[in-house]
């Protein structure tokens, strides 16, 4: 198998720290610092995109966007100050340039910006050297370099001015300078005299405007470095404060951002305020107020309004924003909402997820669940979904958590607390403990991969408890120092721990008996892995190498090349094994160990990894740092693909609730359902109560509407026949003007004519003045040329002259020293000679002389201290010619340095001449551009002069015409929209009316059905009396007839009377209400056409507006350029007029000497220009026709045009 790879797939995490965290890209992805480099994340898609920091860097300190957002640059700290620049906009984001200084003291840069054309960058380098550097960033080169303050008052923020390159503003503590680039320097402007304060923030209102905040709330307004405008923010005294009877802080002015109506500032903790234009000048009121809300999840959630915020960013759109916080968070708002539009106290969001602040010091994943868990310095238990990249849970605590284990089933954690270890359970909304265990700042704790133990680090004694009854099955004792780390091996039956007492020992979890041990006190390890198959540990420690160990053994050791590895974990498949180390990376290697050093080494954190485990599917790697952050990488083949699983494990869903919890909604929705069938009901009454009221309103106004038809009618014909009238003079004035135009025209071609005969005569007299200037200019680049070979023929015979000569000192030098050299050693020999000689005469001496033993020693030591001395004084002399020599060596060393130097200045005046070479063809060819130019002007003047008067003859009366003409047509547009309305409101009047006509008629079918039905029935009943007066003679017959009479036309009851009249009133009330909703139907309908037909009636006429208004505009840019040129030619003839004189008697005399000059084809010139004048008064001629077009189709009828 070859070595794995990986690549991230998300980061959870954020740098609060870093100058200017958060850009927009663009309106729906952000770029933020995270881990070792920086996140792409788009809002919308919730897509991340990484780019890698730099190799050596020891963190990150700010960061810039350039202004066409396409350039990120990040200040990185290191042994040198670097500024890193990425192309933001590239698929793969590479890295383009690296910018340092050599000579600079200072390791960091502290701010950094961009110009407003991107390319310039200026750094803010720290201390000692407090110094401003001015960067042409793409080529590297170094501007300008300016010291800005001293150590007493640090620099917080260095920008550009939005409209200008030189410019540059410059705030601290006691420092606010305005700098600006000339000459090569840097040269400081100085602000109106202003008691010094701590400057924290500024930005750029406009291009002489800059507003600037300090660390007490206040805020200046500086225009042109002259202070316009002073304000200061008050923080409101809150409830916590008046308990404590404590004054509210002062509000620090940390961050800024310019939006078109104003700006945007934080002072204080978690507030943002808005500021608008006011309605006096150089003035700003205060519309809005954000701020951060409190955090449910915490123990103390006012601790999340106590957050400082550093960044705001606005995106492009000025839809939403952005705020970072000293806490690690990204809180977002979007400025449209309904909060703000009511002015009240708006919040803040999270933007994606909330993230650790502090050190993260443990982390486990779930097998039945994608969850992963973490636990934090910051008091917090996280819990993440590492398949849909989402925060599914976390909450906050009183204590610190060390360690923390997930359970397999994912329903338990176990989390080592400060104070207590405690046993909790996973919620659907929070975690809560239900077991804890006397055991103080835990530092590992894990469960069992079947989930029926967990193991738990006491100092240096593992206890194994029962997940179901809690109780202590085994207590692993036998560490002298601390337990570092511990794995369980994957049936449950090992257990494997490492310590810094250099133990590495394997236990057996239902004896607890050591079964393995490998012990080697000069490591302190820190990470430790166990193969699928029990027989191999890896283990990871302080003497910088990995090592396999089996049988208790050290069989490979594997070195890290002096980087130290702090975690290690092992894929379930025991073939792939992962490293973090020490400066945040990770390393991956295959299992095996290779015998060469062969791993991928991935940039992952900025800052030692504390934990690294891998999914149960070994999918995903996940490593936690303390730098606060999560990552998952996805573990990939060499081709990119995702390893194939050897079986696919379905994740669960089960999640858990309590019976208290579940009554309560349960009990909830209950009263909400309640509570929705009572607005029903209410709304129900209300809505009736509104028929009613509607009802009344609209017999009002259907009276108003009849009395506004008829008098709308009668204004409708006379402005008819207003219309007619006015038509038929226009009609009249334009044949006039028409007439009238086509004689100036003919006159106009006349006069051309003349004056193009005249402006022939005056080209050729510039001609030849041209000529005569281009032999001067020819003559004058030969003297040129020859005075420059010249000196550069001096110039180099003195400097190789001067090189011989420091050639010939060379020489004589090396030989001088050479001789020395000689002279010495000659001298050595002569004393070592001298030295043994001596030696041999003593020894004879003191053969002769041992029986006189005290003469002898008398004399020995007068001897020896007369050869001590000359010893002394002969190493002196030694030393001396050393002390000679190595001063000839550095005096040689300088006179080779001399001869690089002098050989750069040579190359330098080289380079001098070629450049030079390239300015004279340059000028040779700017003169002949010039001459090209100079003859099509002169070939094009007589035109432009005639253009000139002609077009001023028809600018004025034409502008005032056009004034006029605009005037009318808005008068004409104003009665335009009045009849329209007007004629609007009388087609509503009339479909109101002709509505209720039929609404009538129907009711008059219905009373005639009526009367018809009565008619018959007192017909019948006519008929019945008629027969029952046969039987007047028969009393009996006719008693039972009127009864008959009586049950047949009379009813039986007089509840049937009442219950009859009640169906009656019912469905004359059904009738009328069916009526009425008919009618306000139809009302609606009318209205939303003739909303449409009105609105398509304006969009028309204002689009016809803004033609015209086109229109006029271009013929003003071309009278501007015509004026433009014809100043020009005027300056051009000007210079001309003044050298006029002589240039006519040069002309008659070379007319005299010559005879006769070659003239240009006059007739061709004259018939060119005629055709283009008659071109142009076809054109003109063509936008008048479209004009009265477009008129006559608008229907607006123009005035009478007034010649002048």
Request: include cysteine.
């Amino acid at each position: 198998m070859t070595t794995p790879l990986v690549h991230a797939h998300h980061i959870f995490g954020f740098h609060g720290s870093v100058v200017n965290n958060v850009f927009y890209v663009d309106d729906q992805s952000i770029i933020f610092p995270s881990g070792s480099g920086y996140v792409r994340y788009n809002i919308d898609q919730k897509w991340q995109k990484f780019i890698t920091g730099s190799e050596k860097s020891q963190g990150m300190l700010a960061l810039a966007l350039s202004p066409n957002r396409r350039y990120l640059a990040s200040s990185e700290k290191g042994e040198k100050a670097t500024v890193s620049i990425y192309d933001v906009q590239h698929d793969q984001t590479r890295k383009r340039k690296s910018l340092s200084v050599n000579d600079l003291q200072a390791q960091e840069f502290i701010n950094i910006a961009f110009s407003p054309d991107s390319k310039y960058l200026i750094a803010q380098s720290g201390p000692p050297d407090w110094s401003l550097i001015y960067w042409l960033w793409k080529k590297q080169k170094i501007m300008g370099i300016l010291k800005t303050t001293t150590n007493t008052n640090p620099i917080y923020q260095v920008s550009f001015n939005p409209q200008d390159n030189a410019q540059i503003c410059v705030v601290g503590a006691g420092v606010l300078k305005l700098l600006r680039f000339a000459d090569g320097n840097l040269k400081q402007t100085n602000f109106q005299k202003l008691e010094l304060q701590n400057f924290l923030t500024h930005a750029w209102m406009s291009e002489d405007r800059v507003i600037v905040g300090t660390d007490t709330g206040k805020l200046y307004l500086f225009e042109l470095a002259e202070l316009r405008w002073e304000y200061k923010i008050v923080l409101e005294h809150r409830q916590s404060d008046s308990l404590t009877q404590m004054p509210p802080p002062l509000p620090k002015i940390t961050a800024m951002t310019i939006y078109s109506k104003g700006f945007i500032c934080s002072a204080g903790p978690a507030m943002v305020y808005m500021f608008e234009k006011g309605e006096e000048k150089d003035t700003f009121k205060k519309t809005r107020m954000i701020k951060i809300p409190q955090d449910p999840f915490s123990t103390d959630p006012t601790q999340a309004e106590q957050q400082e915020i550093l960044t705001l960013c606005l995106s492009p759109s000025e839809e939403t924003l952005i705020a970072s916080t000293n806490k690690n968070q990204l809180y977002s708002i979007t400025l449209s909402s309904a909060e703000m539009s009511k002015g009240e106290v708006a919040q803040f969001e999270i933007l994606s997820q909330s993230f650790h602040s502090n050190v993260i010091t443990g982390l486990d994943v779930c097998i039945r669940k994608p969850f992963i868990v973490t636990s934090s310095i910051d008091r917090s238990i996280r819990l993440w979904n590492y398949e849909t990249n989402v925060l599914e849970l976390y909450k906050e605590f009183q204590e610190e958590a060390y360690s923390v284990t997930l359970h397999p089933s994912g329903l338990y954690i176990l989390v080592g607390f400060s104070d207590k270890l405690r046993l909790m359970n996973l919620l659907i909304d929070d975690i809560r403990s239900f077991k804890e265990f006397t055991i103080r700042s835990c530092r590992e704790c894990s469960f069992s991969h079947g989930g029926h133990l967990f193991a738990i680090v006491n100092g240096n004694v593992i206890h194994i408890h029962s997940t179901i009854t809690f109780e202590n099955q085994v207590n692993l004792k036998g560490h002298n120092g601390k337990i570092r780390a511990i794995a369980w091996n994957f049936d449950d039956s090992k257990l494997v721990s490492c310590g810094m007492d250099g133990a590495v020992y394997e236990w057996n979890t239902l004896t607890g008996k050591r079964e393995s041990e490998c012990v080697l006190k000069s490591c302190s390890y820190t990470g430790i892995c166990i193969s699928p198959d029990g027989k191999c540990i890896f283990a990871v420690g302080s003497d910088r190498t990995l090592k396999e160990i089996t049988d208790s053994q050290i069989i490979r050791e594997v070195p890290s090349n002096d980087v130290a590895y702090t975690a290690i974990a092992l894929s379930r498949s025991g073939r792939m094994l992962f490293l973090g180390t020490a400066n945040g990376a990770v390393r991956s290697m295959k299992v095996p160990l290779p015998v060469k050093q062969e791993w991928n080494e991935y940039q992952a954190h900025n800052g030692p990894i504390t934990q690294m485990t891998i999914t149960y599917d070994d999918q995903y790697l996940l490593t936690v740092s303390e730098d606060s952050c999560l990552i998952i990488w996805k573990i990939i083949d060499k081709e990119g693909r995702v390893l194939k699983q050897d079986k696919e494990l379905g994740h669960s869903g089960e999640i858990l609730i309590t019976k208290s919890d579940l009554q309560e909604k349960n009990q909830l929705t209950a009263e909400l359902k309640t509570r929705v069938e009572e607005l029903k009901m209410e709304n129900e009454y209300q809505l009736r109560l509104k028929d009613m009221n509607y009802s009344d309103k609209i017999k009002e106004l259907t009276e108003k509407f009849i009395q506004e038809m008829e008098a709308l009618k009668t204004k409708n014909q006379v402005l008819k026949t207003d219309k007619d009238k006015v038509e038929i003079k226009h009609k009249e004035d334009t044949t006039i003007i028409l007439n009238k135009h086509s004689k100036e025209i003919e006159d106009l071609e006349t006069m051309n004519n003349q004056k193009l005969m005249l402006e022939y005569e005056k080209y050729q007299e510039l001609q030849i003045k041209s000529q005569r200037m281009q032999e001067d200019y020819e003559r004058q680049l030969s003297e040129m040329d020859e005075s420059k070979a010249q000196a550069l023929e001096e110039l180099t015979e003195y400097y190789e002259t001067k090189l011989q000569e420091k050639a010939t000192l060379i020489a004589q030098l090396q030989q001088d020293s050479r001789q020395q050299i000689k002279e010495s050693d000659e001298t050595k020999k002569q004393i070592e000679e001298d030295c043994d000689r001596e030696i041999q005469d003593i020894k004879i001496t003191y053969e002769r002389n041992l029986r006189d033993e005290k003469e002898a020693n008398l004399r020995l030591k007068g001897e020896t201290g007369i050869m001590r001395k000359k010893f002394t004084s002969l190493q002196k002399e030694i030393e001396d010619r050393q002390g000679e020599i190595e001063k000839l060596r550095a005096e040689h060393q300088k006179l080779h340095g001399i001869i690089r130097s002098l050989e750069k200045d040579i190359q330098g005046l080289k380079k001098e001449i070629l450049e030079r070479d390239e300015t004279i063809q340059d000028k040779e060819k700017r003169i002949y551009d010039l001459k090209k130019k100079n003859q099509e002007l002169e070939k094009f003047k007589f035109v432009l002069d005639y253009k000139i008067k002609e077009l001023k003859q028809q600018i004025e009366p034409r502008e005032n015409d056009i004034k006029e003409m605009k005037e009318q047509i808005q008068q004409m547009e104003s009665e335009l929209e009045l009849f329209h309305k007007h004629n609007a409101q009388l087609e509503l009047n009339i479909g109101e009316l002709k509505q209720k006509l039929k609404a009538t008629e129907a009711e008059m079918r219905k009373e005639m059905e009526k009367v018809h039905s009565v008619e018959l029935v007192v017909k019948r009943f006519k008929t019945d009396i008629y027969n029952c007066a046969g039987f007047i003679q028969d009393p009996k017959k006719l008693k039972e007839n009127v009864q008959q009479l009586y049950e047949k036309y009379v009813p039986q009851s007089d509840m049937f009377d009442i219950a009859a009249v009640d169906s009656d009133i019912q469905k004359e009330f059904g009738r009328q209400r069916n009526h009425l909703e008919k009618s306000i139907t139809t009302l609606q309908k009318k209205l939303l056409k003739d909303a449409e037909i009105h609105r398509a009636d304006n969009v028309r006429i204002m689009q016809e507006n803004v033609a015209l208004i086109k229109e006029i505009n271009d013929l003003r840019q071309e009278l501007k350029i015509a004026r433009i040129k014809v100043h020009d030619l005027e300056v051009t003839l000007g210079t001309l007029k003044k050298s006029k004189k002589p240039c006519a008697i040069d002309f008659k005399d070379n007319c005299s000497r010559s005879g006769t000059i070659a003239r240009l084809n006059f007739d061709q010139e004259s018939e060119r220009i005629i055709e283009m004048q008659r071109m142009e008064i076809a054109q003109l001629r063509g936008k008048i026709q479209t004009l009265e077009e477009r008129q006559h189709q608008s229907g607006a009828v123009l005035p009478a045009l007034t010649v002048l």
